[in-house]
């Protein structure tokens, strides 16, 4: 028999500050989370795997929204102080997460001498510290916008021909999803392995091939974000910025004036060695997307090739925010 409780899981918001940077794979969000955490007064970047899965759970409702806001706030209060007293954190020097990859890894080191309990808590509640957080596929549910208070959203953007022909090198809509290394949200459907995107059409999702899977699985995360800004209020849409990953490789001073002016930070000497790292700008060529678009022509059905033209035009019109 279910038994009835007036108690509920309950976890209080966010202290720190967080800045969202959120996309489909593949689409920058490493390459810009690391732009911004090159800004004065901002932490180094943040990925939980496991806090996505509160929002992938919920999109298959398989978990009640409040379980997964309780989840995320949770997640992030542990993640909060475990960065101010320097617990948990990547030493592995070429991974953006890493404190090698931030402008200033001394500061995690001097964490490392504090001593844990409330005042740690004390001393997150003075600093207002910023946290950079990468997230996939943020805008499938409401959920990040229900549980956090004092953050700003960004959304990135690439051109679906460049995002699709990325999937398919990575071979998302074939076996990667058997893989051990996977932290995506997987499905089991008579013995075979899915991503949950393919949820309410597995069967098609088997049908169909790997080339068509990426449209569709793009397609329908279009379809929800949609669905999800519809559900959002005015004062959350504010907190949510879209950047176009091919204009920031045109004209990253342009996009990093935005950034500066969407979180009123400055950049530092560390942003300018970024983008030079990181080889920015760049050149878009035109003729590598047009070889891309001849490739995927040949392999997708005219149905979804029509589709994917509609998604790049689509991208085309949309302006950054």
């Known amino acids: 028999m279910k038994k009835n409780y007036n108690s509920y899981p309950y976890a209080p918001k966010n202290i720190s500050n967080i800045i969202f940077v959120s996309g489909v794979i593949r689409s920058g969000k490493a390459l810009v ?3 911004i955490a090159s800004l004065n007064g901002i932490e180094k970047v943040n990925v939980d795997f496991l806090m996505e899965q509160a929002n992938f759970l919920t999109y298959i409702k398989n978990i009640k929204k409040e379980t997964a806001v309780y989840f995320l706030r949770r997640a992030f209060s542990i993640l909060d102080y475990n ?10 020097k070429n991974d953006f997460t890493s404190i090698y990859s931030f402008r200033n890894p001394k500061k995690y080191f001097t964490n490392l001498r504090t ?43 690439r051109n679906p021909i460049n ?29 075979k392995i899915i991503p949950y995107f393919a949820i309410g059409w597995e069967k098609k999702y088997l049908k169909l091939n790997k080339y068509e899977r990426i449209v569709e699985m793009f397609i329908r995360y279009e379809n929800q974000k ?21 204009d920031l490789h045109k004209n990253p001073f342009d996009i990093l004036k935005k950034l500066e002016k969407i979180l009123k930070k400055k950049r530092t000497k560390y942003t300018i060695k970024l983008l030079k790292k990181e080889r920015l700008p760049r050149k878009i060529d035109l003729e590598e997307i047009n070889i891309k678009k001849d490739l995927l022509k040949r392999k997708l059905s005219p149905t979804y090739f029509n589709k994917l033209l509609l998604l790049e035009k689509k991208y085309l019109k949309k302006t950054n925010a």
């Open 163 to 191: 995002t699709v022909f990325s999937w398919v090198n990575k071979d998302y809509g074939g076996e990667f999803y058997k893989s051990y290394r996977a932290s995506i949200l997987t499905l089991k459907y008579k013995k």
């Open 226 to 246: 949609e669905k999800t800004l519809e559900q959002l209020s005015r004062k959350s849409k504010k907190n949510i910025f879209y950047l176009k990953l091919e």
């Open 33 to 35: 989370a690391q732009i």
């Open 115 to 157: 001593k844990e309990g409330d005042s740690v808590v004390k001393s997150l509640k003075k600093e207002k510290n910023i946290i950079p957080l990468l997230v996939h596929n943020g805008l499938l549910t409401t959920n990040f916008f229900d549980a956090f208070d004092n953050y700003k959203f960004i959304e990135m953007l």
């Open 83 to 92: 960065l101010r007293i320097g617990r948990e954190i990547n030493f592995r």
